[in-house]
Structures are given as structure tokens and as C-alpha cells.
């Protein structure tokens, strides 16, 4: 190691020069790096999602993302950011917009990820008398001392860049086609990022059920759109016969048919949409949303591989899982054992999905902090697939495959009681 003293501007130097290639190693998994700039602020890298269909000279063009990098010594050191870069002359956070921040060498570096909103809403913006005016302030003590925005998976990291270029991409080219009544233009199908973040809930998937309303009420304007251009002649005629004629046409096509879908609100996805919201917003906020994904993946490719060395299990076997965690998800180990169910539960009644002898075929048996254990019946699950009004096996799925669905179901459940744990019912 080399203990040379060495001038100021060089260790800066030095620093930004190991900021951009971290961050260039990081990006161009993922992007094309279109482009970098170099000035007093730092590097700054223009980035594109991979798409070939479109290019910069479409009429749409692919939205670019911009992501500066900073470096900080120490957490004394302290870095501005233009307002400019932050925000549009709205006043509303650009959701192209990132900030990468970089710290410590070798096997000590760690990196950061913030948003526009991130920035907007957890740093201050200096006044116009400040040395560096309308700039956002990043203090060293506050970001190096917050997990909140520290990369700990690339992958997540990168998929929330990506999702928010393609939010990007919707927000600035939407289109109506009329006043009266909204017009069927191209199905959006892009979703809040923060509802791509993988936590699973017993409900199913918010970005697929998100897209399927969106279909429902596309087909339900369709409707609407066809009679409406029906009335419409009706109004336009001079000619009372056409009129009374379209009349006809309506009361035999439309009558009864064209109405609001009944089934565009579910109670349940508007609960469980609500509760993904306000899990992320306190594991993000506590800087624990990346582990307790990780955590999440980790379960589920756990029950797999060591569930599926013990075969196909009989009914009255019970899979034992222990997990065990530390209070801020850095580290978690898992144990397991099989134990035979006699005498495991009090007596069940014969409730819908229950039995005799367990409450169901999987869940907790026991948790305190840092701690749980959790049972799989794995035995009484079915595992055929339904094929032309019979259930038929699967032979060309091996054990572990079948063991899928199960390993979901009960890492919801560990999942679930972690997190309650962590920030209480």
C-alpha cells in the first residue's frame, strides 16, 4: 500500500476517475452508455434502455436517462446538486434523473442509489445566496450513514432505472384524441415502480392484475365508443326516417349491453395494492427493502433445493423450518428437520381448507425476535395439472419443480411475520 501523501486535486481526480468506472461497470450491464460528459459537478452518463425496435430518430423516441456520480472521501465530505438536474421547470422530480454515490476502496467500497423524488424529498436545496446556489445539498454523514439508498442487489437497483425510463416514456407521450369522451389510444401497460418490486402477497400479481383492468375498461370504451358514435348520428341528422333508423339499430344492438363493468373494482386488490404501497414506503424507508427481498429469494430457493431431497413426503410428515435473522437482515441462516404431525396441533374443526389433525398444509408455528419456525405439510398438496376435466400428473416435472409453488406460498407466510416483527401489526 502506498502512504504517500498526495495534493488535494489529484486524490480528487483519483476519486472521480474510480467513481465513473464503477459506475460504468455497474450501468452497462443493462444500458447502453450513449454518451458522458465531464464537468466541475462530476461524470455524467446518458444511458438507454437496450431497445432495437426504436431509435433516436422515431417520431417517439426512446426516453434517455441521465445518471451523475459522485464520490465522498468520508462522510465529512459534501456534494451539491443543480436543482436543474433534479427537477423540471414544474417543479416535478425527473424520473430519468439518478445520482450514483461511491465510497471507500477495495474491499470497503459501497455504492448508492438515489431517484429524483429521493432527492427532492430527503435533501435540502440551498437559496440563492449560498455559495453554490439552487443546488441539492448531499451530505456525506447523512447518505454513508442511512442504508435507505445503498445498493445492496444489482439487479433491483438496475430494474428500478429501467422501470422509471419506461414510466418516462409514457408520462411525456400520452395523447387524447377527444374532449368528450377519452379515446382508445395505446394500452399503457407500464406500472408504478415501486408495485414491480417483487413482495409477494396472497392475492397475485399487481402489475399483471393492474394490466388486466386496464383491458377490461379499454374493451368497456370500445363499447361505449361504438354507441356513442351511433347517438352521435342520431344528433347530426336533418333526417328524422335516418334518425328513427339508427334508433332502431341501437335499441337492438346496444340495449342492455353498453354499461360500466361491474367487476372494474375488487375490494381485495385495492387492499393488497394499499398494503404493497405501505410495505415498501417502511422497508425502503428503513433502508431494509433490498434485504428483505433478498431474504425473500433466498426462502424460496432454499425450501426448494433441501425440501426436494427428502422425495415426496407422506401425509403425516411435517417439513420444519427454522429461520433465523439479525435485526437488520445483514445476515439469516436456515435449519430444517422432518417431524411426524401426530399430536403437533390441538384438534381442528372441519373448516374449508383445514383438517382433522393440522389448521393447514402450511405456516408459523413459533416466532420471536429474530427467530421463526415454520411448518410445510408437504404431503397434501396436490400436484397435478387440470387437463380436459381430470387432474393428471406431470411427469416431465421433477420434484423440486413441483416444490415451487409450495416454497411460495410459505416464504409469503415467513415473509409476512418477518416483516410484522420488524415494524409490529
Not at 468506472?21 to 450501468?27: E, H, K, Q, V, Y
Not at 389433525?357 to 395439472?385: C, F, H, M, N, V
Request: one cysteine or more.
Amino acid at each position: 500500500m502506498n502512504d504517500e501523501s498526495r495534493p488535494s486535486w489529484l486524490v480528487r481526480m483519483e476519486n472521480g476517475s474510480i467513481g465513473e468506472a464503477r459506475t460504468r461497470s455497474f450501468l452497462i450491464d443493462r444500458f447502453w452508455i450513449l454518451e458522458r460528459s465531464v464537468d466541475i459537478d462530476g461524470a455524467d452518463f446518458i444511458i438507454q434502455r437496450r431497445l432495437t425496435g426504436i431509435n433516436l430518430l422515431d417520431r417517439e423516441p426512446p426516453r434517455l436517462g441521465v445518471v451523475q456520480v459522485k464520490f465522498f472521501s468520508s462522510e465529512s465530505t459534501t456534494q451539491y446538486l443543480h436543482k436543474e438536474y433534479v427537477l423540471d421547470s414544474n417543479g416535478h422530480p425527473r424520473n430519468e434523473f439518478f445520482l450514483i454515490c461511491h465510497t471507500g476502496k477495495e474491499d470497503e467500497s459501497t455504492s448508492y442509489l438515489l431517484g429524483a423524488k429521493d432527492i427532492e424529498s430527503d435533501f435540502k436545496l440551498t437559496d440563492s445566496h449560498h455559495s453554490r446556489p439552487n443546488s441539492f445539498t448531499i451530505p456525506g454523514k447523512m447518505l454513508l450513514g442511512s442504508k435507505k439508498y445503498k445498493i445492496v442487489s444489482n439487479n433491483l437497483s438496475l430494474n428500478r432505472i429501467e422501470r422509471a425510463l419506461v414510466n418516462a416514456d409514457f408520462v411525456k407521450n400520452r395523447r387524447f384524441m377527444s374532449w368528450a369522451l377519452p379515446g382508445i389510444g395505446k394500452l399503457n401497460e407500464t406500472v408504478n415502480p415501486i408495485y414491480q418490486e417483487p413482495l409477494d402477497n396472497w392475492y397475485g400479481d399487481i402489475p399483471d392484475q393492474f394490466v388486466d383492468l386496464k383491458k377490461k375498461t379499454q374493451r368497456a370504451i370500445f363499447d361505449i365508443e361504438e354507441a356513442l358514435e351511433k347517438l352521435n348520428e342520431i344528433l347530426e341528422t336533418d333526417d328524422p326516417e335516418k334518425a328513427l333508423g339508427v334508433a332502431e339499430e341501437i335499441y337492438y344492438d346496444y340495449r342492455g349491453a353498453v354499461s360500466i363493468p361491474d367487476d372494474l373494482f375488487d375490494e381485495d386488490f385495492y387492499n393488497v395494492v394499499r398494503e404493497h404501497k405501505e410495505r415498501h414506503a417502511k422497508l425502503h424507508g428503513a433502508g431494509l427493502l433490498d434485504l428483505y427481498l433478498r431474504l425473500q429469494k433466498e426462502c424460496i430457493q432454499f425450501i426448494c433445493s433441501d425440501l426436494a431431497q427428502h422425495m415426496e413426503l407422506d401425509r403425516e410428515t411435517a417439513y420444519i423450518l427454522t429461520v433465523t435473522y439479525n435485526a437488520d437482515l445483514s445476515t439469516w441462516s436456515y435449519s430444517s428437520e422432518l417431524r411426524n404431525i401426530v399430536g403437533m396441533f390441538e384438534k381442528q374443526g372441519d373448516e374449508h381448507w383445514s383438517y382433522a389433525d393440522a389448521p393447514a398444509t402450511e405456516g408459523i408455528l413459533s416466532i420471536s425476535p429474530g427467530s421463526l419456525i415454520a411448518y410445510i405439510l408437504a404431503g397434501r398438496y396436490g400436484y397435478q395439472k387440470y387437463i380436459d376435466g381430470q387432474w393428471v400428473d406431470e411427469p416431465e416435472k421433477s420434484w423440486e419443480e413441483k416444490l415451487g409453488n409450495v416454497a411460495r406460498i410459505s416464504t409469503r407466510e415467513i415473509m409476512y411475520k418477518v416483516y410484522y416483527e420488524l415494524f409490529g401489526e
